[in-house]
T-cell receptor
Framework: AQSVTQLDSQVPVFEEAPVELRCNYS??????LFWYVQYPNQGLQLLLK??????LVKGINGFEAEFNKSQTSFHLRKPSVHISDTAEYFC????????????FGSGTRLQVQP | GAVVSQHPSWVICKSGTSVKIECRSL??????MFWYRQFPKQSLMLMAT?????????EQGVEKDKFLINHASLTLSTLTVTSAHPEDSSFYIC????????????FGPGTRLTVL
């Protein structure tokens, strides 16, 4: 079994400030890691993913995340946020064996203020 | 590429009626589709995994006779909520994986179901 923990339910930040959204996972097998963004009343859009290779992954909209196996973390970062980044962000994992269904964290609401 | 659509985007129905939601992969073939449910201000919970041409695999606690899933082609999966009740009101989201790929899921825009 696997699980995903997003410790911060809400992260308020001012425009142009840096932000980090935290994600930790637990799994007995190797996993693939994902960050998705959800705008109000919409489905999910893939921001970035880690499958293998370089632990620093760059995604769309200026976001990046770093996979840290020893700390079982996959934190999402952006050096300078915009108002348009206000949304719900979900961290998710898939185990590299067995079922292919995503296990999601509880989500973090990023609120960018002017 | 890799666009997934859902229809309808929202639906309101009376208690006791059935509602069908369609999930289509528009520009790719999807061997596997997933159905999720999301309650307000909560995360997505997997309901079932649907493979083309075979019976869906339901998660524990999800009633297969209430949530009927059909995946008759590589581009279409349907979820029918039978005898809907107010507690079934939720945001239903489907996703699909590319044939030959098993990691990235592409999500539909979701369907808001309100049962009166």
């Amino acid at each position: 079994a696997q699980s995903v923990t997003q410790l911060d339910s809400q992260v308020p930040v001012f425009e142009e400030a840096p932000v980090e959204l935290r994600c930790n996972y637990s799994s007995s097998v190797s996993v693939y890691l994902f960050w998705y963004v959800q705008y109000p009343n919409q489905g999910l859009q893939l921001l970035l993913k880690y499958l293998s290779g370089s632990t620093l992954v760059k995604g769309i909209n200026g976001f990046e995340a770093e996979f840290n196996k020893s700390q079982t973390s996959f934190h999402l970062r952006k050096p300078s946020v915009h108002i348009s980044d206000t949304a719900e962000y979900f961290c998710a994992v898939i185990s590299d064996t067995g079922r292919r269904a995503l296990t999601f964290g509880s989500g973090t609401r990023l609120q960018v203020q002017p | 590429g890799a666009v997934v659509s859902q229809h309808p985007s929202w639906v309101i129905c009376k208690s006791g009626t059935s509602v069908k939601i369609e999930c289509r992969s528009l520009d790719f073939q999807a061997t596997t589709m997933f159905w999720y449910r999301q309650f307000p201000k909560q995360s997505l919970m997997l309901m079932a995994t649907s493979n083309e041409g075979s019976k869906a695999t339901y998660e524990q606690g999800v009633e297969k006779d209430k949530f009927l899933i059909n995946h008759a082609s590589l581009t279409l999966s349907t979820l029918t909520v039978t005898s809907a009740h107010p507690e079934d009101s939720s945001f239903y989201i489907c996703s699909a994986t590319l044939a030959g790929s098993t990691d990235t899921q592409y999500f539909g825009p979701g369907t808001r179901l309100t049962v009166l």
